[in-house]
């Protein structure tokens, strides 16, 4: 049995030799805790977020789009909480100037040399236009939620929305951690998927409800075994300034559970304080009552790039063959990265060009890539490695008789199918 330790390593090791996760900056050696995407990491992170929309664009409720701005007023961020409240307890090590999240002190090190904790506020804060001064200040967003926040009234006024609904925003959120790391579990930039969904004060814990399953559901659409996931409710010194309740999508990560997402109840906390802040009347009318009220607000809040990490960990298999260990991602077929390889038995020009033809048919409606370096078998296995579902083969024989050898990655059975079934072949996939 292998150690969960071992699997994090060859996880990371294969994102980043395959192509799915660079090391930031890398030719200078490198930014602690920062990442790129590389080709094969955006289309797994596409991939995801398109499976997000979709989960949610034919639910028996209305989720609507949007997509705020990372840079918004500052005025903000001082009406949601986070200027005063969004911050962590820090410590420094006095020997070495180290610092620390209070409750994350390494076990070695002693009490006596730690500094008294300080308050950190964990947003980035910047300027904005050519003059710094205390009016140009402007913060990189901690959460997508605060734009559905601000433009609630935008979406009821223009959509003509009815509660409840939702609205659902994904992007890039940045966090001044003071302890990033598990390779892209936590950094200090990130991408969210989150909605916030307005309903009937009396309806909120029926909703909160329906989130969790829905959410859970999601996850385990995606291919991660059930076992890996569990629902865990915080305890009431663990809420956030701004929740009345929240439970936790916890993932099984090699190094324990750990939040892959969060589900809050937010009450009318953030509406109300906008409203406060800005003196716009952000309340709903309803005609049933012919009254205005202040929705509620339940919270799926998830991370996409934690999201993407999960499903490397738990898809990522080992199979013992007569000779040598493969390793594959059990991705789905929706999921892939490429979803069909196209290997032309040798570089010989008439097979590149069945491979060529086969790729123009097939890649208005899938992601498929040729591959024409190395041996058939070490093609096979860089397939495997990234995920890919299916290899289309194309031999010396394809020229005779039109036909071409389908693998499939799990079972390794091959196929012959004709190229003019081959569309056809995918599409009931
Ligand atoms: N609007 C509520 C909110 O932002 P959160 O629990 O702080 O709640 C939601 O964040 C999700 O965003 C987390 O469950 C996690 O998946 C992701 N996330 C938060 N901080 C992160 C970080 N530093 N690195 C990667 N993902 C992070």
Known sequence: MEMPEEIFDKVVKIAQSRGFVFNASSIYGGLRSSYDYG????????????????????????????????????????????????????????????????????????????????????????????????????????????GIFVNFENVLRTMRAKIPFGIGNIGKSFRNEITPGQFIFRTREFEQMEIEFFCDESEE????????????????????????????????????????????????????????????????????????????????FDPNIDNKFTPSVIEPAGGLTRTLFAVLLSLYEEEELEKEVRTLFKFKFDLAPIQIGILPLSKKEELIEVCNSIKSELGPYFRTEIDVTQSIGKRYRRQDEIGTPYCITVDFDTLEDKAVTVRDRDSMSQERIKIEDIKSYFDNM
């Open 39 to 146: 080709p094969l990491g955006v289309l797994l992170k596409n991939n995801i977020e398109k499976m997000w929309w979709k989960s949610i664009s034919n639910l028996e409720v209305e989720i609507y789009p949007i997509d705020t701005a990372i840079i918004q007023s500052s005025d903000v961020w001082k009406a949601s909480g986070h200027v005063g409240e969004f911050t962590d307890p820090m410590v420094d090590h006095k020997p070495t100037g180290e610092r620390f999240r209070a409750d994350q002190v390494p076990d070695h090190i002693k009490k006596e040399d730690l500094t008294e904790p300080r308050q950190f506020n964990l947003m980035f804060q910047t300027n904005i236009g050519p003059v710094e001064n205390e009016n140009s200040t402007v913060y990189l967003r901690p959460e997508t939620a605060q």
């Open 205 to 284: 814990d029926k909703w909160f409800d329906y989130w969790i399953e829905n959410r859970l559901n999601w996850y385990k659409n995606l291919g991660i075994p059930e076992n890996k996931l569990r629902i865990r409710e915080h305890d009431e010194s663990e809420l956030a300034h701004y929740a009345k309740k929240t439970s936790d999508i916890e993932f099984e990560y090699p190094w324990g559970w750990g939040e892959l997402e969060g589900i809050a109840n937010r009450g009318n906390y953030d509406l109300n304080a906008h409203q406060e802040s800005s003196g716009k009347d952000l309340r709903y």
